[in-house]
C-alpha cells in the first residue's frame, strides 16, 4: 500500500468525525468551522503527536507510523475494530500473505453447508471466491461446479448476473455494493500481489459508481446483511436476505440466503 492509501483514510475519517461527538463542539463566541469534521491539530492533540508530523503523514510525507502511534491515531479518530485493521495494513502492519499455503476451507464450514438443507448458502473466501456450496445454491442461483474457476466469484457473478437472475432490492443497491467495497478491501490487505483481484477491483469500480464510492470512502465496517430480488426461472420473484457470517480466525465467509418467515418467498424456498 502507497502512503497516499494511508492519508487519503486519515484524512476521510477525521473530516467525516463530527466535532461535537469528539467533544469539539462549536459554542457561543466560537469561529465557525470551515472544514468539516475535525482539524487536524485536534487530531494530533488527542493521538499526542506533534502537528507537522500529522500533517505529514496526511500529505504522504511522512515515514511509517509506529504500532503505538497507529493506536492513538485508531483512538483519536474513534475509529472501529474493522478500521483499526484496515489502518494498521495500510501502514504496513500486515504481512502479505502472497507466498503462504491456500487457505483451507474450515470444516466446520462444510458440516455446516450440510447441515442448512433447504437454506441456499456458500462459503467464499477473503478475495470472494466461491469454494464450497450446498445443493439449495446450486438450484437458486446456479451450479458453481460448471463455473470456470476464475469465474467462480461472488462479486464477479454479481456482475454477470444483475439483471437476468439476482439484484439488489432497489433501496439496498448502495449497500450491497459497499458491502462488496468492504470485504475486497480486506482482501487487498491479505493478497497485496494479487493482481486478478486487482483487476476484479478495478472492473466492479468502473460498473457500479456505489462501489467506487464505497472503495473511496475506505468503507471498511461490515455489513452482515443485504435485501437480494431473486427472479428464478421457476419460482418467480423471490425477496431474500442475504446474510453473511464470518468463521473466527479464518478467512472464510457463510453466506445464506433465507426469507422472512409467512412469506410467498419463505413458500416458494420450501418448494426448492
Known sequence: MSGQELADFLRRRRE??????????????????????????????RAQVSVSYYER?????ASRPSPQVLDALATALQLTGAEREHLAGLAGQILPR?????????AEARALLDRLGAIPAYVVNSRQDIVAWNRAAVALITDFG????????????ALRLTGTLCAAAPEAEATFARQSASQLRTAVLKHPADRALAELINEFAAHDADF?????????????????RVNHPALGELELDRTTLLFPGTGHTLVMYTAEPGSSSAAALERL
Do not use: C, M, S, Y
Not at 98 to 106: G, S, T
Not at 212 to 227: E, L, N, Q, S
Open 16 to 45: 467525516t468525525l463530527r466535532p461535537e461527538a469528539a467533544g469539539r463542539a462549536h459554542g457561543p463566541g466560537q469561529r465557525a468551522r470551515r472544514t468539516p469534521g475535525l482539524r487536524r491539530e485536534e487530531v494530533a492533540a
Open 57 to 61: 503523514l496526511e500529505q504522504a510525507r
Open 98 to 106: 502472497a507466498h503462504r499455503e491456500p487457505e483451507r476451507i474450515p
Open 146 to 157: 460448471l463455473v470456470p474457476p476464475g469465474e467462480r466469484n461472488a462479486v464477479r457473478l
Open 212 to 228: 467506487a464510492a464505497g472503495w473511496r470512502d475506505h468503507d471498511v465496517r461490515p455489513i452482515t446483511a443485504v435485501r437480494k
